[in-house]
């Protein structure tokens, strides 16, 4: 299987600060990366996929890059409303796995 | 609007069983594929199993391998997944999630979620 693991597990930052979150996959998965935004009590939510595509209808603060191993999200200007965890996944073989989340605190 | 909404969740026996339904509209439900994806309470995100879009092939964790099955009903609109023999460990809000017809096939729609707790 491959292993998604995410740095740093949480995180606090201020209103108006540049985030970046990363992903390291356990071997090469091109660009078969995707990143969600889970609230408590929510369903998650697609913010990039395909390492750096952005879904339609998320804000262009976030932002995503990277291929093979290594990917990053960042979040710039960080709002309230941002205060979520952040999770990697993988879609390139199943099981398609998720990284363990970065809590984002602000 | 698309959207998926799933039901059947409830409190089971461990070794009980649990069938969790999830309702499609407003989407041509036989092109694509749909998953189930589990969070427990305090724990991150699970895949647990996905089904494509025609049914004839299904992938699942190893956590759950023997003991759940993935089905859909293409004239229902709906997808299923059979629980048996649950154990404490299975306890999570499973969520419903459509996977995007293109690559990297992430899950673009998601439900709300429907609880499962095992306890005696």
């Known amino acids: 299987d491959i ?12 209103v108006g600060d540049r985030v970046t979150i990363s ?14 935004q889970k609230k408590p009590g929510k369903a998650p939510k697609v913010l990039i996929y395909a390492a750096s595509s952005l879904q ?32 990697c996944q993988q879609s390139y073989t199943t099981p398609y796995t998720f990284g363990q989340g970065t809590k984002v605190e602000i | ?13 461990p070794g009980g069983s649990l069938r969790l339904s999830c309702a ?21 995100l699970e895949w647990v199993s996905t089904i494509t879009g025609s049914g004839d092939t299904q992938y699942y964790a190893d956590s759950v ?38 690559a990297p096939r992430y899950m673009d729609v998601w439900g709300k979620g429907t609880t499962v707790t095992v306890s005696s």
Do not use: H
């Not at chain 2, 039901?7 to 089971?12: A, E, I, W």
């Open chain 1, 3 to 14: 292993q998604m693991t995410q740095s740093p597990s949480s995180l606090s930052a201020s």
């Open chain 1, 23 to 36: 992903c390291r996959a356990s071997q090469s998965i091109g660009n078969y990366l995707n990143w969600y």
């Open chain 1, 56 to 87: 339609s209808g998320v804000p262009s603060k976030f932002s995503g890059s990277g291929s093979g191993t290594d990917f990053t999200l960042t979040i710039s200007s960080l709002q309230a409303e941002d205060s979520a965890t952040y999770y």
């Open chain 2, 1 to 13: 609007e698309v959207q998926l909404v799933e039901s059947g969740g409830d409190l089971v026996q």
């Open chain 2, 24 to 44: 499609a509209s407003e989407f041509t439900f036989s092109s694509y594929a749909l998953s189930w994806v589990r969070q427990a309470p305090g724990k991150g």
């Open chain 2, 65 to 102: 391998k023997g003991r759940f099955t993935i089905s859909r009903d293409n004239s229902k609109n709906t997808v299923y997944l059979q629980m048996n023999s649950l154990r404490a460990e299975d306890t999570a809000v499973y969520y419903c999630a459509r996977r995007s017809l293109q």
